[in-house]
């Protein structure tokens, strides 16, 4: 009979314990399910974009990696004060010293891609070309990394830190002037800037990338001499932790080659299906072509003997683009001659880089390389590591001595070699052009792509140094004398 109230006691207790748990999870339950958007701000120098379409962004630090698409791949964009972007576009007539055109600001138009080319004579498929000027990379790049599917407005959560510095734009209005502080004024600036920044502080810059549409040269200004070409904005302490993707790398370790933007920016992946049919067919009744102007002036120049053997050859195509010659510029035409041609000449001009190179693999048209630095050693996220496969290299080691008959090269390659390397130069279409910014191409890989997963596979890299316990500062900069030089690797 005494046992009876303790066991009445215990079921009691039973009981309370059961609805303390079901209260608890209850609670926990609608903590989980609460928004917190209202009580949380994101950083104040932050754009706000939408994340995989989740109206709080804040919670993306709470998915499960395996399962997060955009794990490893978030990226935060700085907001830069706008006289570091928006304001040169809005002054764009500042911005035509340096270049053939009487008036750039046309080519802002379309979020950078130019006008759009409205009668392509048949010589296009559909209407996502444009009058595209080379400079404008930055504008398009920035303009494609708002729509990135892994944007984050927190910091803390990003792999990478996108700089929107118009670098290209900003340097070319003074390039042609003696005065070396106002060359250097606004990359000054612009470190002096991000070096505030809480971002800054977690990495010391070495997780921040930036885009250039000019070669990365331009701002390696190495002397304080008026006669020296470019900024030194790449050589200033706080630049020198981050890195550059530019359409031309410098030997420096953290300068980064991207493709030079073309006339084709496909807003759908059927365009470019489209398209690659086209010149999978086109008839080719030029062996080869060379489109371009001789450089007289620069000793070292290969091109005074490319244009004489290809105007001695009834097998060559010559566009002469000296000033007034011929429509070097109009995309109708460049790319109606790349596409008559079975190989086009890409030898260096004023620097080893040209944007021909990817004009004329988009119209399917074998490039010929005289030089390492023309694209071996720049573009290794974009084209082939086996250059066999894609291209013809002929070394120009010393201009005086070379006496290669480039004619002779070209019909001594078997036809199935030739076709092969086509179609491979074909298959390469979808990573060397940027897409419209407007619109994605979800089962291809453009430029803009391939760019920033090879710029999140660096900075990776650095932070793996990092975690074990290795100065990232050792070889992040350093440059490579070797980078340009002749080498076996490329025989």
Sequence with gaps: MEEKPSMITRSCNDHQLWFAILISFLLCTLLLCFDYSSTFHGPKNGVTFLLNK??????????????????GRYVYIHNLPTRFNHHLLENCHSLTRGTDKPNMCPYMENLGLGPEIENSQGVFTNKSWYETNQFLLEVIFHNRMRKYECLTNDSSLASAIFVPFYAGLDISRFLWVSNLTVRDSSGQDLVQ????????????????????????????????????????????????????LAVEASSWNNDYAIPYPTSFHPS?????????????????????????????????????????????????????CSYGKEQCDNPINVMKVFGSSVFCLQPPGDSYTRRSIFDSMLAGCIPVFFHPGTAYSQ?????????????????????????????????????????????????????IIYA???????????????????ILE?????????????DPSIGFADEDHYKYTFSDNYR
């Design 379 to 431: 573009y290794k996220w974009f084209l082939p590591k086996i250059r066999t496969k894609y291209s013809v290299y002929i070394p120009v080691k010393d201009v005086k001595k070379w006496n290669v008959n480039v004619e002779k090269v070209l019909m001594g390659i078997p036809e199935n070699e030739v076709v092969a390397m086509r179609e491979e130069v074909i298959k390469l279409i979808p990573g």
């Design 54 to 71: 989740q109206k709080n962004p804040f919670f993306i630090g709470t998915k499960n990696p395996i399962t997060d698409s955009c794990n």
């Design 268 to 320: 759908e992946e059927s365009e470019v299906f489209e398209w690659q049919s086209k010149i999978r067919h086109q008839k080719r009744p030029y062996l080869f072509t060379f489109t371009g102007a001789p450089r007289p002036e620069l000793e070292v120049s290969i091109r005074g003997k490319i244009i004489d053997q290809c105007r001695g050859s009834s097998a060559c195509k010559f566009i002469d």
């Design 436 to 454: 419209d910014p407007k619109s994605t191409l979800h089962n291809l890989e453009d430029a803009f792509d391939l760019a920033v997963k090879g």
């Design 193 to 244: 800037w991000l070096a505030k920044r809480p971002e800054w502080k977690r990495m010391w810059g070495r997780d921040h990338f930036l885009v250039s549409g000019r070669i990365s040269w331009d701002f390696r200004r190495q002397y304080d001499d008026e006669s020296y070409w470019g900024s030194k904005f790449r050589f200033l302490p706080q630049s020198m932790n981050m890195s550059m």
């Design 458 to 470: 660096r900075i990776e890299k650095v932070r793996e140094a990092i975690r074990n316990g290795r």
